[in-house]
C-alpha cells in the first residue's frame, strides 16, 4: 500500500482526469513503464526507455518527443519512489482501427515507494498460479496496457505472507511471476524463460542477463519446467522496482509439490551490485 | 467514421474525463458492451445484460445496481444510434491485486449511427489477419478492455472495400472477425467457431444461433477450417451494430488462397427476423 494519491501528469501537464475517449482506456492499445527512482535519479532508464520505444513501434504508435525531458524534470523534483509512464495511442473514434491522425497520451505519474509487508531482503514464499498467460508472439515481451492475466493471477491469493505467484503457459512451461520476471539457478548455469510467446520482458531481467556474466554464470534462456525449480540451487525474481528478490520456496497446491531454496547467494551478489548502479 | 463526439456519462453524470488511476485505464481491468438502439429500443438488452453480468462475475467485479435504469433512461432521449457501456473495476492503488474497496466505474457512451462507407446489405469483402488470437480459456468468450490483438489485426489493411479480417488461433483454427462471430453454412448446417479458448461471444451471435432452427437450420459450434470457409455454400458475419452481414469473398493473401459467395439467403432470412426484433 502506498501512501496518499499519487501525483499525475497528463501530456505534462498536473492532472487527475483522461479523456474517456483514449484507446488507452477503451482497448488497452498502449504500452507502460515502471520506473524506480533513486536519489532523484531513475534506475536503469537507459533500458526502459529502449523497451518503451521498441514497444510503441510494434504497435505502431508513435513515440513522444519529449518523454526523456519529461522524466528527468520529475525526478529532479523528488527524490525516491515510483514513477510510472503510461503511453496511449491517444483519443480516436470508435472501433478497432488505430486512427493515423490520433496523437498519443502521456500519463506520467509519481508516487512514493509501498510500505513493503515485508524486508525486500528477506527471501520471498511464492506459489504457482492457475490461471496461465495465453500466448502471442506478436505482444510477447511486451508491457501493454492489456493486464488482465497478471490481474486475475494477483487475484487468486490474499495471504500476505505470499510475495509473488508464478505463472505458466498452455504447455506448463513457467513464464514469469505475476509482476516480475524467473531465474533458476542450478551451479554455474542462470535459467530465464524464453518471452518469445508470452510474458513481459522486464528492465531488471536484461539487467540480470547483461550482469551475470561478470559473475561466471552462464545464462540460458529457454524453456522453465517444474523439474528445473524442483531441482535448482537458487531461485530469485527480478523486477524494476523492487529489483532481486530471492526466493525461500515455491509452492504448487494443485499438484502437491512444493520446492524450498536455501542458497541465496548469486541474488546477493546481484544486489550488491544494483545498489552500486 | 461518425458525426462529432460522443456524450459520455461517468457514473451517471454528464461528463467527458476519467480519474487516469482508473484500472480500466491502468490494467485494461473491465468489461464492455456495445448496443444498437432503435427507435428509442435497445436490440437484444437482454442478452446485452445477461453478457455482462457474466462477464463482470467472472472477473469478481461487481456488477453496478442501476445499469439497467441508467441505459433505459438513456435511451428513451434518443432514437437512433449506438451506445456503449463500459464497466471497470474502479480506481485502485498501483499493483495488478484487485482492492475490495474499489468501486466499479460506469462509462456510458452514446452516439449516432456512423455512416456506413457501403451499405449494409451489401455483400461484404473479408481478409484473413496475420495476427493470431492467443488463447486464454479464463478470459475467452468476454468483451474484455484486453483488445490489442483485435487493434493490430484492425490496422493489417486500410483498403475502404474490404470490410473485416478474420481471425485465427495458434492452431488456424478460424474463431473470429475481428469486430464480428463468423457463420459458417452447407446446406442446411451453420457451423460457427467454439470460443472455449479465445474470441468474443457476441450477443448478435447469440442470437443467431437461437434463431437458427427456426430457420430449418441445425447449429455446430466447433472448429473452423479453411477447408470449411472454402467449401461453404455461403458464409456470414454477426455483430451487435450492424447485425447479419452477407460476405461475398474472403482472401488468404499469405497463402494465396481465396473464396467467392454467391448465396445470401440465411442472412438474408435472418435480416429480415432481425428487422421484427
Redesign the interface.
Known amino acids: 500500500?502506498?501512501t496518499g494519491?499519487?501525483k499525475?501528469w497528463?501530456n505534462g501537464r498536473l492532472?487527475?482526469?483522461?479523456?474517456?475517449?483514449?484507446?488507452?482506456?477503451?482497448?488497452?492499445?498502449g504500452i507502460?513503464e515502471?520506473m524506480r527512482l533513486c536519489d532523484s535519479r531513475i534506475r536503469l532508464l537507459e533500458f526502459h526507455l529502449q523497451r518503451l520505444r521498441a514497444g510503441l513501434a510494434r504497435?505502431?504508435i508513435q513515440l513522444p518527443a519529449n518523454i526523456r525531458t519529461e522524466l528527468s524534470q520529475v525526478a529532479a523534483r523528488h527524490a525516491d519512489g515510483?514513477l510510472?509512464l503510461?503511453v496511449?495511442?491517444g483519443v480516436g473514434?470508435?472501433?478497432?482501427?488505430?486512427d493515423r491522425a490520433a496523437r498519443p497520451t502521456r500519463?506520467l505519474?509519481f508516487?512514493h515507494m509501498?510500505v513493503q509487508g515485508q524486508s525486500a531482503a528477506l527471501p520471498a514464499r511464492v506459489r504457482v498460479c492457475s490461471?496461465?498467460?495465453?500466448?502471442?508472439p506478436?505482444?510477447a515481451g511486451l508491457k501493454?496496457?492489456?493486464?488482465?492475466?497478471?490481474?486475475?493471477?494477483?487475484?487468486e491469493w490474499s495471504h500476505a505472507g505470499i510475495w509473488e505467484g508464478l505463472m505458466r503457459d498452455?504447455d506448463d512451461n513457467f513464464v514469469s511471476g505475476?509482476?516480475s520476471n524467473l531465474f533458476v539457478r542450478r551451479r554455474s548455469v542462470l535459467l530465464t524463460p524464453s518471452l518469445h510467446s508470452?510474458g513481459v520482458a522486464g528492465v531488471m531481467r536484461r539487467w540480470v542477463i547483461k550482469t551475470a556474466p561478470t559473475l561466471k554464470l552462464r545464462v540460458v534462456v529457454g524453456r522453465v519446467r517444474w523439474a528445473d525449480i524442483g531441482s535448482a540451487e537458487e531461485v530469485f525474481m527480478s523486477n524494476a522496482i523492487v529489483g532481486v528478490k530471492s526466493v525461500r520456496s515455491c509452492e504448487w497446491r494443485q499438484q502437491r509439490r512444493s520446492a524450498h531454496f536455501q542458497n541465496f547467494t548469486v541474488a546477493e551478489q546481484l544486489r550488491l551490485r544494483l545498489c552500486r548502479l
Open positions: 500500500m502506498s494519491r499519487p499525475v497528463i492532472a487527475e482526469r483522461i479523456d474517456a475517449l483514449d484507446r488507452g482506456l477503451q482497448y488497452g492499445d507502460f515502471t504497435l505502431n515510483v510510472k503510461i496511449t495511442r473514434p470508435r472501433g478497432y482501427r488505430p500519463v505519474s508516487e509501498p490461471i496461465k498467460l495465453g500466448q502471442n506478436a505482444l501493454t496496457l492489456n493486464r488482465l492475466e497478471s490481474v486475475l493471477a494477483r487475484s498452455e505475476t509482476m508470452c
